[in-house]
């Protein structure tokens, strides 16, 4: 099993429509989970950080984490042919105690005008 | 800009020459990550690092691969005798702290091996 998995798509939504991305991991003591966009050629950006249970809103990204179901997912609001990148989840490695993070493989989202 | 500053950006070597990268982090930050990725793959980290010290390297290749983060200067990664498989985007990301964890990327070094 891979540490941190994702769908890599690509998910493809209209231009408006909330876009969903989602991410699981497997060391039950993660304690901090990371969304990075990265566009083609480009560096990651980091887009959201999230670490207690719940919702975490910023702008038209929210960022959801269920630590019970290892389950952290992106959405994304409003959709932008902008906003179409490669999404990263990444989990820190807490055993590390060194700030290691661990990515999954990235979405491709495409949004249509 | 206090971004994190990378360079080269890309960079061209043949086969048996070495790589050097460079990495400023940004402004503040005193950590320093390196990460792999690999045509087709995620990133995959390679070594932390603070100032003269490796903190963890379990990321690095056990051979021809180092790195450091001198007092005065950039972080360094140091490639010997490249290979074809060493053919990837470098990234660099640094950190305020480690307790957030929050890394922040720089633009990137693409090496090719010819």
């Known amino acids: 099993q891979k540490e941190v998995e994702q769908n890599s798509g690509p998910l493809s939504v209209p231009e408006g429509a909330i876009a969903s991305l989602n991410c699981t991991y497997s060391?039950?003591?993660?304690?901090?989970f990371f969304w990075y966009r990265q566009y083609s050629g480009k560096s990651p950006e980091l887009i959201m950080s999230?670490?207690?249970?719940g919702d975490k809103e910023d702008g038209r990204f929210t960022a959801q984490l269920n630590k019970a179901s290892q389950y952290v997912s992106l959405l994304i609001r409003d959709s932008q042919p902008s906003d179409s990148a490669t999404y990263l989840c990444?989990?820190?490695?807490?055993?590390?105690?060194?700030?290691?993070?661990?990515f999954g493989q990235g979405t491709t989202l495409q949004v249509k005008p | 800009n206090a971004g994190v500053m990378q360079n080269p950006r890309h960079l061209v070597r043949r086969r048996g020459q070495e790589a050097r990268l460079r990495c400023s982090p940004m402004?503040?930050?005193?950590?320093v990550y390196w990460y792999r990725q690999l045509p087709e793959e995620g990133l995959k980290f390679m070594v932390y690092?603070?100032?003269?010290?490796?903190?963890?390297e379990s990321g690095m290749p056990k051979e021809r691969f180092s790195a450091e983060f001198p007092k005065e200067g950039p972080s360094i990664l140091r490639i010997q005798q490249v290979v074809r498989g060493d053919s990837a985007a470098y990234f660099c990301?640094?950190?305020?702290?480690?307790?957030?964890?929050?890394?922040?990327f720089g633009p990137g070094t693409r090496l090719t091996v010819t």
């Open positions: 990301a640094s950190s305020k702290t480690t307790e957030a964890y929050e890394q922040y």
């Open positions: 060391d039950r003591v993660s304690q901090s």
């Open positions: 999230i670490y207690s249970n």
């Open positions: 990444a989990v820190n490695v807490p055993s590390s105690n060194t700030g290691k993070l661990i």
């Open positions: 402004k503040g930050h005193s950590h």
């Open positions: 690092l603070q100032k003269e010290n490796i903190i963890d």
